[in-house]
């Protein structure tokens, strides 16, 4: 017998795939060769149809049969019930977050807000997406909850793919929501959960705002 390897090689090659896809290397809709992966990674077809599975699971992909692999690209109803979906899950993150470990999540948040700025002034749409992925994500890893954990893994790669592809390029060039972050993290610091809600509320529903319209114009 034999051990298996911390990660098999389909998921190393969808982790990459994942990550490419957040960074925008791949644009919403655009279709992924099975074959142009296989060659860029030296791979056979076989970890690269696994790996496209494993994306599609996580509603990065979308695989039509006889046809290829795309990219997803989401339509306003299902910008609309993300953002209510996330609306739900992160406040209440919040609030068991600090109750449950309100250092740990200051500390992580804090990091994030660190990495934004450099990533405002270079205008790099691409770092600062990373940043702000990491700032929401931060009351989770806090909150002590895993099904909560869980429940907003089903969705935290499409909006961070959405994040940098179309609220990034226009993030950096304001300062809008560096300045949310920056007063989010302040609510949650001093334990104003209340306003920390309605704020959270309010930038998650105008992200969904410029993904709509971004989507439109395309």
């Known amino acids: 017998m034999k051990l298996d390897t911390p990660r098999s090689l389909a998921q190393r090659v969808m982790l990459r795939l994942r990550q490419a896809i957040i960074d925008g290397e791949f644009a919403l809709g655009a279709d992924i060769s099975e074959e142009m992966v296989a060659n860029s990674f030296g791979v056979s077809r076989t970890p690269v149809r ?9 509603g990065l992909v979308v695989i ?13 109803e299902d910008i609309n019930a993300l953002c209510t979906f996330r ?22 948040m804090s990091a994030s807000i660190t990495a934004m700025e450099p ?11 990373r940043a ?13 909850n895993r099904y909560l954990v869980e429940s907003y893994q089903l969705v935290a790669g499409r909006v961070a793919a959405l994040r940098t592809n179309l609220t990034s390029p226009i993030d950096v060039r304001t300062r809008t929501s560096f300045d949310e972050h920056r ?7 001093r334990g104003d959960l209340a306003e920390f ?6 930038h998650i529903t105008n992200s969904g705002v410029t993904y709509a319209k ?5």
């Open 50 to 58: 696994e790996a496209m599975g494993l994306l599609q699971a996580q």
């Open 64 to 76: 039509r049969p006889q046809v290829g692999s795309f990219v997803f690209t989401p339509s306003a």
């Open 87 to 108: 609306i739900a899950l992160e406040p209440k993150a919040a609030e068991l977050a600090h109750h449950h470990d309100r250092d740990g999540a200051v500390a992580a």
């Open 119 to 129: 990533a405002v002034a270079t205008r790099d749409n691409i770092a600062y997406g």
């Open 132 to 144: 702000d992925a990491a700032f929401h994500e931060a009351l989770f890893a806090h909150c002590g």
């Open 183 to 189: 007063k989010l993290l302040d609510l949650f610091a």
């Open 197 to 202: 809600e309605r704020l959270m509320t309010t």
């Open 214 to 218: 971004a989507l439109k114009m395309d």
